[in-house]
């Protein structure tokens, strides 16, 4: 039975992935901050662990707890959408400790045994935001196309060894926590230059007409990257990730 470990699986995206993982059969080693116990559903093969992919004793722990992994997903990760004039050192420092830092750590975590075993699969979850320049998403925008380009890399580095290598590029979702989880770091509201740009960017964000991406999406896209040894090393999760991507070529 392949075993496959997810980052990020308390709500949205990590968790829509760990259930699709275990409806196909696989042993899911879901990962969060603070694990829930009736978050997914129970199964022999469901193991739930505590993880902080900032905290490199937090990851010793878990890569220790979950024994041989077959699929690393690096999922974990969170968004904020501030005027780079405005944004807090802290937030900014914040968004590359966990949303680059932290891949970095699991990678550095996890390779040894792919590369040793000639074989694994790694899927980093980034955005289709790192696609086209956009306001006010300027610092998570960078700190996920660091993810983009350390990926892009890494595949190179890994190709001699077997081990194959994914990005997976979701689009706008509303379904999930994403826009509130980043909330708590909006500055600028009060400010009369940046009020307008603001207050539109909200405002689209919380729209759910027209094309989106689906938690359902971007598991499914996940699933590819795991299962077929022909996936792209790009690959688009969601109707507004695949327009973005044809159009930006």
Same mark, same amino acid.
């Given at each position: 039975?392949?075993?496959?470990?997810? /980052?990020?699986?308390?709500? #949205?995206?990590?968790?829509?992935? &760990?259930?699709?993982? $275990?409806?196909?059969?696989?042993?899911?080693?879901?990962?969060?901050?603070?694990?829930? +116990?009736?978050?997914?559903? &129970?199964? +022999?093969?469901?193991?739930?662990?505590?993880?902080?992919?900032?905290?490199? #004793?937090?990851?010793?722990?878990?890569?220790?707890?979950?024994?041989?992994?077959?699929? $690393?997903?690096?999922?974990? #990760?969170?968004?904020?959408?501030?005027?780079?004039?405005?944004?807090?050192?802290?937030?900014? =420092? %914040?968004?590359?400790? /966990?949303?680059?830092?932290?891949?970095?750590?699991?990678?550095?975590?996890?390779?040894?045994?792919?590369?040793?075993?000639?074989?694994?699969?790694?899927? !980093?979850?980034?955005?289709?935001?790192?696609?086209?320049?956009?306001?006010?998403?300027?610092? *998570?925008?960078?700190?996920?196309?660091?993810?983009? &380009?350390?990926?892009?890399?890494?595949?190179?580095?890994?190709?001699?060894?077997?081990?194959?290598?994914?990005?997976?590029?979701?689009?706008?979702?509303?379904?999930?926590?994403?826009?509130? !989880?980043?909330?708590?770091?909006? =500055? #600028?509201?009060?400010?009369?230059? *940046?009020?307008?740009?603001?207050?539109?960017?909200?405002?689209?964000?919380?729209?759910?007409?027209?094309?989106?991406?689906?938690?359902?999406?971007? +598991?499914?896209?996940?699933?590819?990257?795991?299962?077929?040894?022909?996936?792209?090393? =790009?690959?688009?999760?969601?109707?507004?990730?695949? %327009?973005?991507? &044809?159009?930006?070529?």
């Amino acid at each position: 039975m392949p075993t496959v470990l997810i /980052t990020g699986c308390s709500s #949205g995206f990590g968790l829509e992935t &760990a259930k699709l993982f $275990l409806e196909k059969g696989w042993k899911v080693v879901a990962t969060m901050r603070q694990p829930t +116990a009736d978050i997914l559903p &129970a199964s +022999a093969n469901l193991v739930l662990l505590p993880l902080d992919v900032t905290d490199p #004793g937090s990851i010793a722990r878990a890569l220790g707890q979950a024994g041989e992994i077959d699929v $690393l997903v690096n999922n974990a #990760g969170f968004g904020a959408a501030v005027p780079i004039e405005l944004i807090e050192p802290e937030t900014a =420092r %914040q968004l590359f400790e /966990t949303n680059t830092l932290g891949t970095l750590a699991m990678l550095q975590a996890v390779l040894p045994g792919f590369r040793e075993r000639r074989g694994g699969v790694v899927i !980093n979850v980034t955005s289709t935001v790192t696609l086209k320049p956009l306001p006010l998403v300027s610092v *998570y925008r960078a700190s996920k196309a660091a993810v983009n &380009a350390l990926t892009e890399s890494l595949a190179a580095e890994m190709e001699p060894f077997g081990v194959r290598v994914h990005i997976v590029l979701p689009g706008r979702s509303p379904e999930t926590s994403f826009g509130a !989880n980043a909330m708590p770091h909006l =500055r #600028g509201l009060d400010n009369p230059d *940046y009020t307008p740009l603001i207050e539109g960017m909200i405002a689209r964000f919380r729209d759910d007409t027209g094309p989106v991406t689906h938690a359902a999406d971007v +598991a499914a896209a996940v699933w590819r990257a795991a299962t077929d040894p022909h996936a792209p090393l =790009r690959i688009p999760a969601g109707e507004d990730a695949v %327009q973005w991507m &044809a159009e930006a070529g």
